[in-house]
């Protein structure tokens, strides 16, 4: 069974630029999470989708970030502008109905210079 | 207070040894429980669940005490392949948070 799939699995750009990231679920599942994570910390929650729904997108910032999951499938999160705070690792996790358990891709490597 | 705490690490232990994670959190009304393990690099992969009455998998033991709020995995007789940042996660409402993670490296 394939896992989950993201790419780019490496960006680097200049601050000001647009960005935008891609993240196709494991098949069957109607969850799908996006997180930002930090050298030495902990994933954080960016947005968590239900089939199509955000249903917790508190953490994104909208004034720059967006998201969007239009068949309730694969999603893309953008950036517009980066700014040089941006750089992180963007990991997306897919995960079952009725379940908590997630399980994630590669994540996409982002440089803002 | 953090919503997900973890020993700050990192722990240095010898192989064969056992070593002890906690990891604390805030929302009382938390229902879900998990560790995660990282290498260098990668993506969080699921450890184990964590289940109210304890559970078991091998050399890995967690643990959840509602009272006093946290959970624990326990490492038996380390190997040089458990070398990895352990990652506590618990559920706050809809959404899971994760904590900032503790790093072991096992010793020849």
């Known amino acids: 069974e394939a896992g989950v799939v993201q790419s780019p699995r490496y960006k680097i750009i200049e601050k000001k630029q647009p960005v935008a990231f891609w993240c196709n679920p494991i098949?069957?599942?109607?969850?799908l999470y996006w997180y930002l994570q930090n050298l030495g910390q902990g994933p954080e929650l960016l947005i968590r989708?239900?089939?199509?729904?955000?249903?917790?997108d508190s953490q994104l910032p909208k004034d720059r970030f967006s998201a969007e999951r239009l068949k309730g499938v694969d999603s893309t999160l953008k950036i517009q502008p980066a700014e040089l705070g941006d750089s992180a690792v963007y990991l997306c996790?897919?995960?079952?109905?009725?379940?908590?358990?997630?399980?994630f891709g590669p994540g996409t490597r982002l440089t803002v210079l | 207070r953090k919503e997900v705490e973890q020993d700050p690490g990192p722990f240095n232990v010898p192989e064969g040894a056992t070593v002890a994670f906690n990891c604390t959190y805030s929302?009382?009304?938390?229902?879900?429980f998990f560790w995660y393990r990282q290498d260098c690099r990668k993506e969080p992969k699921l450890l184990m669940s964590?289940?109210?009455s304890g559970n078991e998998d091998g050399r890995f033991t967690a643990q959840l005490n509602r009272a006093s709020q946290y959970i624990s995995l326990l490492i038996r007789d380390s190997k040089l392949s458990d070398s990895a940042t352990y990652l506590c996660?618990?559920?706050?409402?809809?959404?899971?948070?994760f904590g900032a993670g503790t790093r072991l490296t096992v010793k020849p």
């Open positions: 996790a897919s995960g079952g109905a009725g379940t908590d358990t997630q399980y």
């Open positions: 098949s069957g599942h109607n969850t």
């Open positions: 989708y239900e089939n199509e729904e955000a249903v917790d």
């Open positions: 929302n009382s009304a938390s229902q879900s």
């Open positions: 964590v289940y109210s």
């Open positions: 996660v618990v559920n706050v409402g809809p959404s899971m948070r």
